[in-house]
């Protein structure tokens, strides 16, 4: 029922996606973040694109749940999503709401719309204060550590070139 309310803003799953819609929370471990997560993500989208994203998680072991909130992460429109989502989980988590836009519209960002982007895929929520989820905060330190270790091999790589 939470999984059908974040992918079709009701109890019971839209007729074509019945079937996909009682196989993600079996998938996800029952996890009420993972299941929020993942109905924001697979909303409005096609019975194809809900295939390819289960197929994805059922070779996920349930263990690892940090990869499957990844999948929402990499579904954000584009990289100014992703490196605002980024930011926000090093630097801005528990901070002044307010306080964040004026700082990050002065580097660039369309913060009041990232924000919104954010928090309606639930990898943010935002009152007066910026907070996020621990387990998201997790995944944006692995994205990090991942992204710091490929870079880091391509200057290696060039180096021994």
Known sequence: MLFNLHAFGQDEP???HVEQSRKVPHCCG????????MGSCLSGKSV????????????????????????SYDSLPDIHYKNLFL?????FVGKDKDYVITILDGCGYATIDGLRTLMDRFLLTANKKLEMHQLLQDMGREIICQKS?????????????
Not at 30 to 37: F, I, N, Y
């Open 14 to 16: 839209v007729e074509g």
């Open 30 to 37: 029952g996890m009420p973040l993972v299941l929020e997560v």
């Open 48 to 71: 194809d694109e809900w295939e390819s994203a289960l197929k994805r998680i059922e070779v996920i072991p349930n263990y690892e749940f940090l990869q499957v909130l990844k999948i």
């Open 87 to 91: 930011d926000i989980e090093c630097f």
């Open 149 to 161: 270790y490929d870079e880091t091999r391509k200057t290696q790589q060039t180096v021994v070139s």
